[in-house]
DNA sequence: ATGGGGATCGTCT
DNA sequence: GACGATCCCCATC
């Protein structure tokens, strides 16, 4: 198991922790990446009634039900796309919500297709960050470090700091503290 | 600075 | 048939 399994198949709570300050790209057709690093992440369990895992596996949901390092990428409100790293081991239905990266890599890439908005404005959300990189449906399962994706360490070796908080948008299980945040 | 409402469609009841 | 792990625009303070 090399370290970045070992990372992933710890539980969802721990992993939402560990990857604030890690760095999440796209591969674009040229060979480049575009992406930051990762400010914001909300962690998900099957047995949590906020979660899209809670009442078991259905066919938008089961890529949850794999292994970890695969993304779960779902369609919300009609217009957004959200991404997830499936935490844990097998069968599991765990789950870690990009909310936030920082925008380092290819910014005037994310800013087109952002429609040019502010550096501060490209990846400050869930749904914005996933335009940004260009995550859809497409991507739903593939792994984390592959044709698509790569995930890196953070440039430090310490852990990042990161306070934690209620995860946003949700009505059940509020009382949670499973949102991380960046801090200085 | 803060809050309300509309957009829009896949998923599950 | 209802609603959502959201975003954006506009109104008001």
Redesign the pocket.
Known sequence: MNNLETLLSQDAVTVAEQLIGYRIYVKESNGSLTGGTIIET?A?HQDDA????Y?GE????SV?FGPAGHV?V???????Y?M?IVTGTRDRGE?V?L?ALRPETNIDIMQYR??N?AIH?LT??????C?ALAVT?ENNGAFINGEKFVLLPPHSSKQQRSKATP?????ENKQYLWRFISIE
């Open positions: 909300e998900y906020a979660s899209h895992s009442k259905t066919p938008r949901n949850m779960y779902y369609f919300t409100y009609g217009r957004h959200c997830n789950g919500l909310r952002r429609g908005r404005d400050n959300g869930p749904a914005k960050l335009q449906k995860r946003i948008g949700i009505k």
